[in-house]
């Protein structure tokens, strides 16, 4: 199965911040989704991005496919903006969906 | 928007005792999926299942796990014989098709005695 890394593990933040978190993988994909898990243990889903680039509201997410990495991009961090951010991928080979998460990173926004 | 929907959202297990987890995909997905995450550590697959069968299973999925799709709505994970490394955050996902995203349930926190 394919390998995926993020980066950074921690991410520490005071509120109005700008943030980039970074998701690689080490293959070639046909499927990137990102994640929000709240302090619940909720995984929230936040962008289906296989390619190209999404924006929504304060979030946005690009995907370079053929480099083989995504980014989450947070603007004007807010305190409800902390938990765990996962990225999952879907090797490109597989037509029966299996995903590959990584370890996440894991925001702390202080107000 | 329709959602992934899973019961109990929290069990309690003694160890050794049988337990099934419960799920409601979305109405007109065909794949389905289990995963879990142990406390602290980032999400694992288990299982799809796709036409009625098992498609893709984990070295995690042995044979004290099963999944069953009883009644063409929900699709369960039963856990036959519960040991305390069963303790963990269990997830059921669906989707409509290989090229569409794949929606989570808000899971069920196993805690295994």
């Known amino acids: 199965g394919i390998q995926v890394e993020q980066s950074p593990p921690d991410l520490i933040l005071q509120e109005g911040a700008n943030s980039t978190l970074r998701c690689n993988f080490s293959?070639?994909?046909?499927?990137l989704q990102w994640f929000h898990q709240n302090p619940w243990g909720q995984l929230i889903n936040l962008f289906y991005?296989?390619?190209g680039t999404k924006q929504n509201g304060r979030l946005s997410a690009t995907t370079v496919a053929t480099e083989r990495y995504s980014l989450l991009y947070i603007s004007s961090s807010q305190t409800t903006d902390s938990g765990v951010y996962f990225c999952?991928?879907?090797?490109?080979?597989?037509?029966?969906?299996?995903?590959?998460f990584g370890r996440g990173t894991q925001l702390t926004v202080w107000p | 928007e329709p959602e992934v929907t899973q019961t109990p959202s929290h069990q309690v297990t003694q160890m050794g005792q049988e337990v099934i987890l419960r799920c409601v995909p979305i109405?007109?997905?065909?794949?389905f999926y289990w995963y879990r995450q142990i406390l602290g550590q980032k999400v694992e697959f288990l299982v799809s299942?796709?036409?009625?069968?098992?498609?893709?299973k984990s070295e995690i999925f042995d044979d004290q796990f099963s999944v069953e799709r009883p009644d063409g709505s929900n699709f369960t994970l039963k856990i036959r014989s519960t040991k305390l490394e069963d303790s963990a955050m269990y997830f059921c996902?669906?989707?409509?098709?290989?090229?569409?995203?794949?929606?989570f349930g808000d899971g069920t926190r196993l805690s295994i005695l």
């Open positions: 293959d070639s994909v046909n499927n």
């Open positions: 991005i296989p390619s």
């Open positions: 996902a669906s989707r409509l098709d290989i090229s569409q995203p794949q929606h």
């Open positions: 109405s007109n997905h065909l794949y």
């Open positions: 299942f796709y036409n009625n069968e098992i498609s893709e």
């Open positions: 999952a991928a879907l090797d490109r080979g597989s037509t029966l969906g299996r995903l590959y």
